[in-house]
């Protein structure tokens, strides 16, 4: 008797097994689109969500400021960005995405005490509707100025 429930219970467990692996299934959902892409069907930009107007508060190893930037899509490619305004200085910069909710960029304009360099990076936060850009901005007279900028779409 024994040997009939240990078989018994060992076949159960292999039809368990095998139920288990032919009910999973493979769906759009799992598919992993390209940076720049989400949705089911991947074909969603996800730097849409991105572009607009934000209002928001910046702090920087020298200064506070309270200002907008403004992000645009790229004519140049579907994974770019446009940033203006960067330091509140209506400095330009190009923005290329790095996931569904985050993006690189960087620039140079001229600035008052010379050229100036800029460079970070800006994550979104959806369930607060946040958006915060933290870069570093490099001129002749501030080499090492390190600024965070927190807004929301207006």
């Keep these: ?22 009910m999973t299934s493979c769906s759009k959902d799992d598919t992993t689109c390209a940076v720049g892409y989400e949705g089911k069907d991947c074909k969603t930009l996800s730097r849409d969500k991105f572009i607009g107007q934000w209002q928001g508060h910046e702090d920087c190893t ?7 930037i403004t ?28 996931g569904t909710n985050g993006f ?9 005490s010379g050229t100036v360099n800029f460079s970070g990076n800006v994550s979104l936060d959806q ?16 080499p090492d100025n390190s600024c965070t900028f927190t807004g929301t779409k207006l």
């Excluded at 020298?62 to 907008?68: K, L, M």
């Excluded at 690189?104 to 008052?112: H, P």
């Design 62 to 68: 020298i200064g506070t400021d309270d200002y907008s």
């Design 104 to 112: 690189t960029f960087s620039g140079t304009a001229a600035g008052t």
């Design 1 to 22: 008797m024994k040997k009939t429930r240990l078989f018994l219970t060992a076949s159960l467990l292999a039809i368990g097994s095998l139920s288990a692996v032919t």
């Design 127 to 142: 369930s607060t509707g946040k958006l915060t850009s933290t870069y570093m901005i490099k001129d002749g007279v501030n």
């Design 71 to 98: 992000l645009t899509a790229s004519g140049t490619s579907e994974v770019k960005l446009i940033y203006t305004n960067v330091y509140n200085q209506a400095f330009t910069a190009t923005g290329e995405m790095t």
